[in-house]
């Protein structure tokens, strides 16, 4: 293997380890993206004025 595989193994490896041991951590990285995720498309949602409209109940006039 080349040097720089076995340290990006290495830096997995630890980094599962940190996970394992500490469960807040890993709610945590699970959590934080969902919660942007959240955030995001209520302000697109807002900033866009999307609205929900089930197709082929309005027609369009071209």
């Not at 951590?25 to 209520?42: E, H, K, Y």
């Not at 302000?43 to 609205?51: D, E, M, V, W």
Request: proline share 5%; glycine share 6%.
């Amino acid at each position: 293997m080349t040097g720089w595989l076995i340290a990006m193994r290495a830096i997995i490896w630890r980094e599962g380890l940190r996970f394992v041991h500490q469960r807040e951590r890993f709610i945590a990285a699970l959590v934080r993206p969902l919660v942007w995720l959240l955030v995001f498309a209520v302000g697109f949602r807002a900033a866009l004025g999307l609205s929900i409209t089930p197709p082929y109940q309005t027609y369009i006039t071209y």
